[in-house]
């Protein structure tokens, strides 16, 4: 097994997964984040902060699934049996054992309340098509961020929610430029704080989301 280069760039990372018939492939992705020396390398002065709390409330959703666990209404006049049936979508449904989302229910009707990134998450993915909307969504939809950034030639480094509630403003105060993601919707009270306390200071928070500041995250201090 290979180690992942201390001296590497924070950013999107995936291992490639080849089967042994060389024709069906996965990429399976995971965040690399910054250290001091990586972040003055790059030359970094802003940073995007991933929505990994958004990832793991919709983490392996059923919400599509007709005779599926969903504890939502989707909404008035949907049609579950239109949406596209890729295989992002097929992969969904036939792998209930990878857990459910916070936005569906156990077999007793009670609601989903846990979600931990220790689970197979099956639309965390940055080639992931959103059935609904038939397009890119949370990482894959973030990735298109990142392809910009990289295109425009413009230092940056990633962090994550998760960053944002461990560390709050001491994992900011190097940037002078903070970009949100595109679906900023779950915070912990201190992810929330950490945002607030940088605008406060006259950071520069450039709010790319939808949805975004809107509902409630906790993190287990015993297993974050």
């Known amino acids: 097994m ?41 030359g970094a002065r802003a940073a995007l902060v991933l ?41 969904l449904i036939r792998r209930p054992d990878f857990g459910l989302s916070t936005y569906d229910v156990h077999r007793d009707g009670s609601g989903v309340v ?34 910009f950034l990289e295109r425009e030639n413009i230092p940056y480094d990633i962090l994550t929610d998760h960053d944002l509630h461990e560390q709050g403003l001491d994992v900011l105060k190097h940037y002078n430029t903070l970009m949100t993601g595109c679906q900023l919707e779950y915070l912990t009270l201190q992810s929330y704080d950490a945002y607030q306390d940088y605008a406060a200071q006259g950071g520069n928070l450039m709010y790319l989301s939808g949805k975004g500041f809107y509902w409630v995250a906790g993190v287990d201090a015993n297993r974050p």
């Open 114 to 147: 846990l979600s931990s990134t220790q689970s197979r998450i099956l639309n965390f993915r940055t080639g992931y098509r959103m059935w609904a909307f038939d397009r890119p969504r949370e990482l894959s939809a973030e990735s298109m961020m990142t392809g």
């Open 2 to 42: 290979s180690t992942f280069p201390a001296t590497a760039p924070s950013g999107v990372c995936a291992v490639e997964l080849i089967m042994s018939n060389s024709k069906t492939t996965d990429l399976v992705p995971f965040i690399a984040r910054p250290t001091p020396d990586t972040t003055k390398v790059v």
């Open 51 to 91: 929505s990994t709390f958004t990832y793991l409330a919709y983490a392996n959703e059923k919400l599509a699934d007709p005779g599926g666990p969903t504890l939502v209404d989707v909404g008035p006049g949907f049609d579950p049996t239109t949406v596209p049936r890729t295989e992002d979508f097929h992969c």
